[in-house]
């Protein structure tokens, strides 16, 4: 596909006049504007058949013969981003753009832009986009629907609920709806209003797979409850297609995870992980390598001076399972901090640094070339993104644990800002990986012995970034944050230049919504009964054990 959208051309070309003895052109007729629409719309309906063909090079040809003609038709505009979803965001976004300004008044075109903002977590333009489009098509259960998922991501669950009331009013049936609304209560903590709208989607007959992951999610059993019964018998349901098998299996597995069965419990886990795609690991282990050679301690000395003075962006990363959840809690408990959740800005920064291939050559010459001026306005640039979670905060926590590969960009736009990494024993961490239903970004949990060497290279770049930046990375491990809590609280706080709050030790008591697997957990106090927990599942955790190597605390 094309990286770049049609330009502008004139509408009247510019002709020499010949030879004096030429005979004058015949004037053609002018094009009748109606006809010309009907050859357009003709187009571009063909344009959408190649799409659903698959066959998106000939429907992008088709946009840009329309757009040749009128370089500002909207529908060209808006076909040609949908045929970038998925494989340049960034371009779908612009063509989006360009659609909405040329038909302001079209609510669809508004929707769609607010999903792609949402996609990459620009959660602020995704509400604009969304709340115009509940005010031109009113009462529009679509719109009021995205608005509540965008409002639910931006740490605003308060505002979704009313949004998602007010659609199950209108339309009753959606399923969406009804578990859009229960995912608002459980990260506002309202876990008994939750399960009610969960109970009740699954006895209707509403996306019951999700429903019942969903319920057994918001709390912890302690011996078997009817629901695994009920789970058990609908995964005989020959109807059902993959995802909500793998749901159903997550659900069976997390149930009889937390009763101790854990035989039982790996088999359920370990049908969920089937249809999970392969992880490339060696293009992984390039990546890492690369990530090594690009910073190294004489890039970054000659980086002396480059980004922003500002001390607000608190990065708390690691693998993801390792604390990062709880320690953005406890951060964000204290009054001058703000938790802003799992942000994905640095990752849009990143992409922006290698826009036309997003090779590693790209990358690494975009940062090799960066002047003083340029990382100063990408700095910026990421702080007015989190200044919109919190205008006033002293610090504002981004706890994407994968941010772990970023430390060198981090470090290059903010040199004061606080890195905390969160370190959990590596055989718990992994299979509490493998125990989660993680999207397609991370594969590399559906399968033991490939999260065991993810791990390592994991392992491998973080041991660098001690290297590179001695004594400038906080290091915290769960299993001290659960015996010693307040010790480990009070060094947090005293590494984010805080003064100490005891609001600190109550975390569990904050107010606001929790947008991640650890929504439930983060409600409670600390308890310890997720240390230790792999010894109970035996020789079917070899592969990850053998995989750890040295990195297997046994």
Same mark, same amino acid.
């Given at each position: ?6 330009? $502008? ?32 719309? $003709? ?92 005010? =031109? ?50 990260? /506002? ?25 969903? *319920? ?126 799992? =942000? ?19 990358? +690494? ?32 926590? %981004? ?28 055989? %718990? ?21 490939? *999260?065991? *060497?993810?791990?390592?290279?994991? %392992? ?33 706080? %005293?590494? /984010? ?8 030790? +109550? ?48």
């Amino acid at each position: 596909m094309s990286n770049r959208l049609p330009p $502008a051309w004139s509408k009247h070309l510019k002709t020499s006049s010949g030879p004096k003895n030429q005979q004058p052109k015949i004037a053609q007729p002018k094009a009748n504007p109606l006809s010309q629409a009907r050859a357009d719309d $003709a187009l571009l309906r063909q344009a959408v058949q190649l799409q659903q063909a698959n066959r998106l090079v000939e429907a992008e040809a088709l946009c840009q013969r329309v757009l040749a003609r009128n370089p500002r038709h909207p529908l060209a505009l808006y076909l040609l981003g949908t045929f970038a979803l998925g494989l340049d965001d960034e371009m779908a976004i612009r063509c989006f753009e360009r659609a909405v300004k040329e038909a302001p008044q079209n609510p669809h075109y508004h929707l769609t832009l607010g999903e792609t903002y949402l996609k990459v977590g620009e959660h602020t333009d995704a509400i604009r986009h969304f709340e115009r489009a509940c005010e =031109l098509k009113a009462d529009w259960v679509e719109a009021l629907y995205a608005l509540g998922r965008a409002y639910t991501g931006f740490g605003k669950a308060d505002l979704a609920v009313p949004l998602y009331e007010k659609a199950l009013k209108i339309d009753g049936g959606r399923s969406a709806i009804r578990i859009g609304l229960a995912n608002a209560l459980v990260s /506002l903590g309202r876990m008994d209003e939750a399960a009610n709208y969960m109970k009740e989607a699954i006895a209707r007959g509403q996306d019951v797979a999700a429903a019942y992951n969903g *319920l057994v999610g918001i709390r912890k059993f302690k011996e078997e409850p009817t629901e695994l019964k009920s789970i058990l018998a609908e995964l005989k349901n020959p109807a059902l297609d993959n995802k909500s098998i793998q749901q159903l299996h997550y659900a069976a597995g997390k149930v009889l995870n937390d009763i101790r069965r854990y035989d039982e419990a790996m088999g359920h886990f370990q049908q969920a992980k089937r249809s999970t795609r392969g992880f490339d690991l060696e293009a992984y282990r390039r990546g890492i390598d690369f990530l090594i050679e690009l910073f190294s301690p004489e890039m970054l000395a000659a980086k002396t001076g480059h980004g922003s003075s500002s001390e607000v962006p608190v990065f708390v990363l690691g693998m993801p399972r390792s604390g990062t959840t709880l320690t953005e809690q406890i951060c964000a408990s204290h009054l001058d901090a703000y938790g802003a959740g799992e =942000l994905t800005k640095l990752r849009r920064i990143t992409n922006s640094l290698a826009p036309k291939t997003r090779s590693p050559e790209e990358l +690494r010459s975009s940062i090799l070339t960066m002047t003083v001026n340029q990382s100063k306005a990408l700095a910026e640039d990421y702080l007015a993104h989190i200044r919109q979670r919190s205008p006033n905060a002293q610090r504002i926590v %981004d706890k994407l644990p994968h941010n772990f590969e970023l430390i060198g960009l981090i470090r290059l736009l903010f040199p004061k800002a606080r890195i905390i990494h969160c370190r959990r024993d590596a055989i %718990d961490n992994c299979l509490s990986c493998y125990f989660l239903s993680f999207n397609e970004d991370n594969s590399y949990t559906a399968d033991l012995h490939m *999260l065991g *060497l993810y791990y390592r290279e994991y %392992d491998r770049l973080m041991r660098h970034w001690d290297k590179v930046f001695p004594g400038q990375i906080l290091e915290t491990r769960y299993e001290d944050m659960v015996s010693d809590q307040e010790a480990q609280s009070r060094r947090l706080i %005293d590494h /984010l230049g805080l003064p100490w709050d005891d609001a600190c030790l +109550r975390f569990f008591d904050k107010p606001g919504s929790v947008n991640t697997f650890s929504r439930w957990q983060v409600r409670q106090p600390i308890y310890t009964s997720s240390v230790n927990r792999w010894k109970g599942y035996g020789s079917s955790i070899l592969p990850l054990i053998e995989a750890l190597g040295d990195l297997a605390e046994t």
